[in-house]
């Protein structure tokens, strides 16, 4: 295991002073190397050093302008600073440079999704998907797109993927109560669905709401 390699697992273990430490000597070690100032930044962010982090990943692409993971990270930052457009801008570069993982797509499909931006979002999320077919939360936030853009016979594939690997995903079930109520208008299964979300999750008003609006609906038909 290498140094770059050992602290990463410092991190994963929420040792982030012992992180640091070696992050510090592969900087000292290997100044125009990358990759240790975009793990140091990485460190600085999971302490909430998020201005400290920021400059790290400038001086990661002073030295390498096509580091991928810094741009990525970058994104990030900006992202939970709500800095959507510059967040955007970031995950954008991080794809371009050649960063092909599921959770690039993911970023910015939900940077667009909050600029709202759905319908560019959604090729994004598909991506997603399609690197990583076991993300429930991306597979969700596709399955939001689909609803945006009406598309409901693969919204509601989607959504039966998504409670298939996650049986108690109230959010995915409540949208299956929905896509049945209004594009299937199959009211006893819409209630059903609204019964599981609220199974999942009894506080879920919105699943109430459509419950109590099922059963209205079938005591009127009796």
Do not use: W
């Not at 460190?43 to 990525?72: N, P, S, T």
């Not at 440079?97 to 999320?125: C, I, R, V």
């Amino acid at each position: 295991m290498d140094r770059n390699q050992q602290g990463i697992q410092y991190m994963q273990e929420g040792k982030y002073e012992e992180a640091a430490k070696v992050f510090t000597e592969e900087i000292e070690k290997n100044p125009n190397e990358p990759v240790a100032y975009i793990n140091f930044g990485n460190v600085l962010m999971a302490v909430g050093e998020a201005d400290k982090a920021e400059r790290f990943y400038q001086k990661a692409l002073e030295i390498d302008e096509k580091a991928a993971a810094a741009y990525y990270s970058l994104g990030n930052l900006y992202y939970e600073a709500d800095k959507l457009m510059e967040a955007k801008d970031m995950f954008e570069k991080a794809i371009q440079q050649g960063l092909e993982n599921g959770d690039a797509y993911f970023m910015l499909g939900m940077t667009l999704m909050a600029l709202g931006q759905a319908k560019l979002a959604m090729p994004y999320l598909q991506r997603a998907v399609e690197v990583n077919p076991d993300d429930v939360d991306a597979r969700f936030q596709y399955a939001l797109c689909l609803a945006n853009a009406e598309v409901y016979e693969e919204l509601i594939e989607q959504l039966n993927l998504v409670v298939e690997k996650d049986p108690e995903h109230a959010d995915a079930y409540y949208n299956l109560g929905v896509a049945y109520a209004g594009y299937k208008e199959d009211v006893p299964a819409a209630l059903a669905y609204f019964g599981k979300a609220l199974a999942a999750q009894p506080d879920h008003m919105l699943a109430a709401n459509g419950k109590n609006l099922m059963e209205a609906m079938l005591a009127e038909e009796e």
